[in-house]
């Protein structure tokens, strides 16, 4: 028996050959959800702890159902102490998104406990699921970590904007994932996520992480994909889970509601659920 390796990143994989990865927002905590995602090819996984009440027993076994499949799972967690950074990375999640990152000093406190010496201090165990339970050794297990488990820093704010070229300068930053609702919101233009204000931060973190060799990654939809790629977005979250559930309830009762004499049965029941149109979740 060989060596026990730590698994790798399939998003990095990708990322790293130049390549773009598919993501589809998961909000229902059942990992079941995770399995039917995961199933239809989607690169990449992201649940959340920050608007969602999940509890880390759903995300341990959400975990366990993308790594079944060799899917990356990516856990937005709640800002709070360093633990609940770096749980999700020892339940063997690929990633964590850390939520509004105000400034390069926040900036630098995450790569700090979400990356190994020399990159960081984050704290060191080793005796949980992505450090096969003690079955690597402690410096395989910190160099491969940092190597094969990814920060996702959000910019939601303008804020950040002052100091982007010093955030997207700080080894052991990853990538950063622009949040064009919140950034609208913050801007005093809530819900105007293509106001020319909103693009323009679009474009220009996009542009920055690709002078200062980092990952973008955003939101998107099935027809912006190909331009958010131009841009140089290359983890692009398409769709959601509770999106396209409720559309095919809608869709289903609409279509079973009884009609007016002489109206065309099909007429009025919509496109269908995967027609590549379903609504996209307007996280961040």
């Known amino acids: 028996m060989g060596p026990i390796r730590m698994r790798p990143s399939r998003v990095l994989e990708k990322l790293r050959k130049g390549q773009v990865a598919t993501c589809m927002k998961i909000n229902l905590a059942d990992s079941r959800v995770i399995e039917?995602?995961?199933?239809?090819?989607?690169?990449?996984?992201?649940?959340?702890?920050?608007?969602?009440?999940?509890?880390w027993s759903a995300i341990e076994k959400q975990a366990l159902a993308a790594k079944a499949h060799q899917v990356d799972l990516v856990v937005r967690v709640a800002r709070g102490s360093y633990s609940d950074l770096i749980r999700p990375l020892e339940m063997d999640a690929a990633a964590i998104?850390?939520?509004?990152?105000?400034?390069?000093?926040?900036?630098?406190?995450?790569?700090?406990?979400?990356?190994?010496?020399p990159l960081g201090l984050?704290?060191?165990?080793?005796?949980?699921?992505?450090?096969?339970?003690?079955?690597?050794?402690?410096?395989?297990?910190?160099?491969?970590?940092?190597?094969?488990?990814?920060n996702i820093l959000q910019i939601e704010d303008p804020e950040p904007l002052e100091q982007l070229e010093e955030i997207m300068s700080l080894p052991g930053l990853d990538m950063i994932f622009f949040g064009p609702a919140d950034f609208s919101q913050a801007i005093g233009l809530p819900g105007q996520?293509?106001?020319?204000?909103?693009?323009?931060?679009?474009?220009?973190?996009?542009?920055?992480?690709?002078?200062?060799g980092k990952f973008a990654g955003t939101v998107g939809r099935v027809d912006n994909f190909a331009e958010l790629?131009?841009?140089?977005?290359?983890?692009?979250?398409?769709?959601?889970?509770?999106?396209?559930?409720?559309?095919?309830?809608?869709?289903?009762?609409?279509?079973?509601a009884p009609k007016p004499?002489?109206?065309?049965?099909?007429?009025?029941?919509?496109?269908?659920l995967y027609d590549g149109g379903a609504r996209t979740g307007r996280s961040g």
């Open 122 to 150: 984050r704290a060191l165990d080793g005796g949980n699921a992505d450090g096969s339970y003690c079955g690597i050794d402690t410096l395989t297990y910190m160099k491969t970590a940092n190597r094969e488990r990814f």
């Open 97 to 117: 998104m850390v939520p509004h990152v105000m400034s390069l000093e926040d900036a630098r406190a995450v790569v700090r406990q979400t990356k190994f010496y």
């Open 261 to 272: 004499d002489g109206e065309d049965e099909q007429a009025g029941a919509g496109p269908g």
């Open 229 to 256: 790629i131009a841009m140089g977005y290359q983890w692009i979250s398409v769709g959601a889970d509770v999106a396209g559930l409720s559309r095919y309830c809608r869709d289903i009762v609409a279509q079973l």
């Open 36 to 55: 039917i995602a995961a199933l239809a090819g989607f690169d990449s996984l992201w649940t959340d702890m920050e608007h969602v009440p999940n509890d």
């Open 193 to 212: 996520t293509r106001h020319q204000k909103v693009d323009d931060a679009r474009i220009r973190i996009a542009d920055m992480a690709r002078k200062k």
